[in-house]
């Protein structure tokens, strides 16, 4: 009923920039906050951003003043912009979005399959 569609990661050198967008499709009645999480091999998994839908922002410590979050409303979509990249960046990031659905009452959390972000030269 609902998908989330991650795009944008990749393999990028130290220093580098990447954009990872995700649009959330289906019978949707509404989203809260949408987020994007990232799980780096032999670790949990960790919020990196989330974002509220009146733009209230949230960074953990090690992105904030590299990474910027933002979201389009109208399309569903979030963003995450990542520049100075570092090797430590290096995970699966996944978005997750607080939705409800048409057929719904409550709001629940949804994911994305995850995209693969690689920092290294």
């Known amino acids: 009923q609902v998908q989330l569609v991650e795009s944008g990661g990749g393999l990028v050198q130290p220093g580098g920039s990447l954009r990872l967008s995700c649009a959330a499709s289906g019978m949707i009645f509404g989203i809260n906050t949408m987020g994007w999480y990232r799980q780096a091999p032999g670790k949990q998994r960790e919020l990196v951003a989330d974002?509220?839908?009146?733009?209230?922002?949230n960074y953990v410590d090690s992105v904030k003043g590299r990474f910027t979050i933002s979201r389009d409303n109208a399309k569903n979509t979030v963003y995450l912009q990542m520049n100075s990249l570092k090797p430590e960046d290096t995970a699966v990031y996944y978005c997750?979005?607080?939705?409800?659905?048409?057929?719904?009452?409550?709001?629940?959390?949804?994911w994305g399959q995850g995209t693969q972000v690689t920092v290294s030269s």
């Open positions: 997750n979005a607080e939705l409800r659905l048409i057929s719904g009452i409550y709001y629940q959390n949804y």
């Open positions: 974002i509220t839908y009146g733009s209230t922002t």
